[in-house]
Every structure is written in C-alpha cells, then in structure tokens.
C-alpha cells in the first residue's frame, strides 16, 4: 500500500508541479549556465547508494568544500537558491526518486556516506526502510539553516544539538512506520508550511500518542534552545 501511495502521490506531483520546476530550471541554468541540477549520492534502504536529485541551490562545485551542513548564511548558496531553499521548492525533484523507488514520500531523510560512517549501531536502523522527502524531523527542523546560522563549523553544531534528536524521531518513525502515519506526517508537512507552530503543536500529540520519551517530546515544542537538551 506505501509504494502504491508513493507512485499515486508522486507521478501526481510531478505533473502538478511541472510548470514551476520548468521555470526553476530556466531561471538557475540562466544565472551562470550550469546544470541545473544537484546529483546527491545518498545512502539509502540496506546501505545502498543512490542519487537524489535536487535542484541547485549552490554554487557549481560547493560540496568540493567539505562542509556538509549548510547555514542559512552559508556562502555557497546563490541569491536564487536561497529563495529556492526558503520555499522548499528544491525538494520537488525528489518526487522523481520516490517514482523511481529508490526513495518514499515519508521516511528518514537520506544521509550522505560520510554521515551514515558515524551511525551508532542504533542509528542503522534508519537504513532498514527507503528515506523519504519528509517525515518528523523535517517539521520540527525546518529551520535547521536558521539554527546554525553564524556557525564556524556547522557540520559540528549539527551534529551535537540536531543530529542526535534528528535520529531519534527517525528511529522512532521505523519502529511505528504505518500508512496512516504516513498520511498523517504529509498533512503536517503541508501544515508546518502555512503555520509552523500549529505543525509543532499536533506533531507533540501525535509524540504523546507513540509514548514517546519525555525528553523527545519537550524538544520537539521547539519553544526552548536546542543547547538545553545537549
């Protein structure tokens, strides 16, 4: 039933969305003549390496730097691709991943090779099911560029205050994974972008609902520093 949902949803956006993602493509091909796409390796369901595809939102050859996170401030991001990012239209070519199978509409988000080198062993649970464009982490995240604005090593802070509850809510995803928490999650993806903190408020009593760990629940109110949870 996922991978009918999956292919139903995403050939259904892809077609919706078509028009905008022609224009995107146009508009970042014109601003200096490169490709227009991201080819991101990703490692996916049992360890398998695939390419996810985004729209360029950064310099040609910024992921040369070694820098994995990306701030909000981050210098290799393009005037475009920051009103790209800000909108999440860069997201819109990975329906072409979930039509292909190689990635879900809801589901862990994809990590590169080097991320997926420092997984606990608890954390290759998250390779255990396809990645998704969105799941919990990407609501109660979605300002992750904000959060390590003016970092000296964003790939550091990250992975301290972001990458530990990023896991968490991953792995909790895997354990309780359905196809109405799957439609759940896309109501509230769609939700978290009209009104972020309405998102917030129903994801933390659908956390209440899991059991979740306590700890994980506060958090995920985002109505506290993230160094509090450290």
Same mark, same amino acid.
């Given at each position: 039933?996922?991978? !009918?949902? *999956?292919? +139903?949803?995403?050939?259904?956006? @892809?077609?919706?969305?078509? /028009?905008? #993602?022609?224009? $995107?493509?146009?508009?970042?091909?014109?601003?200096?003549?490169?490709?227009?796409?991201?080819?991101?390796?990703?490692?996916?369901?049992?360890?398998?390496?695939?390419?996810?595809?985004?729209?360029?939102?950064?310099?040609?050859?910024?992921?040369?730097?070694?820098?994995?996170?990306?701030?909000?401030?981050?210098?290799?991001?393009?005037?475009?691709?920051?009103?790209?990012?800000?909108?999440?239209?860069?997201?819109?070519?990975?329906?072409?991943?979930?039509?292909?199978?190689?990635?879900?509409?809801?589901?862990?988000?994809?990590?590169?090779?080097?991320? !997926?080198? *420092?997984? +606990?062993?608890?954390?290759?649970? @998250?390779?255990?099911?396809? /990645?998704? #464009?969105?799941? $919990?982490?990407?609501?109660?995240?979605?300002?992750?560029?904000?959060?390590?604005?003016?970092?000296?090593?964003?790939?550091?802070?990250?992975?301290?205050?972001?990458?530990?509850?990023?896991?968490?809510?991953?792995?909790?995803?895997?354990?309780?994974?359905?196809?109405?928490?799957?439609?759940?999650?896309?109501?509230?993806?769609?939700?978290?972008?009209?009104?972020?903190?309405?998102?917030?408020?129903?994801?933390?009593?659908?956390?209440?609902?899991?059991?979740?760990?306590?700890?994980?629940?506060?958090?995920?109110?985002?109505?506290?520093?993230?160094?509090?949870?450290?």
């Amino acid at each position: 039933m996922k991978r !009918v949902i *999956d292919i +139903t949803l995403s050939g259904f956006g @892809l077609f919706i969305f078509l /028009p905008i #993602i022609l224009v $995107l493509i146009l508009l970042i091909w014109v601003q200096d003549q490169r490709s227009p796409f991201y080819k991101a390796p990703r490692v996916g369901k049992d360890h398998k390496t695939f390419i996810m595809y985004k729209l360029r939102t950064m310099k040609v050859d910024a992921d040369k730097s070694g820098v994995e996170s990306t701030s909000i401030d981050d210098g290799r991001i393009t005037k475009l691709g920051k009103l790209i990012r800000t909108s999440k239209m860069d997201e819109i070519s990975q329906l072409w991943n979930v039509l292909m199978g190689n990635m879900s509409l809801v589901g862990p988000r994809p990590n590169t090779l080097n991320g !997926v080198k *420092d997984y +606990t062993e608890l954390e290759n649970k @998250l390779l255990s099911i396809k /990645p998704g #464009i969105t799941d $919990l982490s990407s609501i109660v995240f979605s300002d992750e560029g904000a959060i390590l604005e003016g970092s000296r090593d964003p790939d550091d802070l990250y992975n301290k205050i972001i990458r530990p509850w990023k896991s968490k809510l991953g792995i909790l995803y895997v354990e309780k994974h359905n196809p109405f928490l799957d439609i759940f999650i896309l109501i509230c993806t769609c939700l978290a972008i009209l009104n972020k903190r309405l998102a917030l408020i129903v994801v933390n009593k659908l956390l209440l609902f899991l059991n979740s760990e306590e700890k994980l629940i506060e958090l995920c109110k985002r109505d506290k520093d993230l160094i509090d949870f450290i």
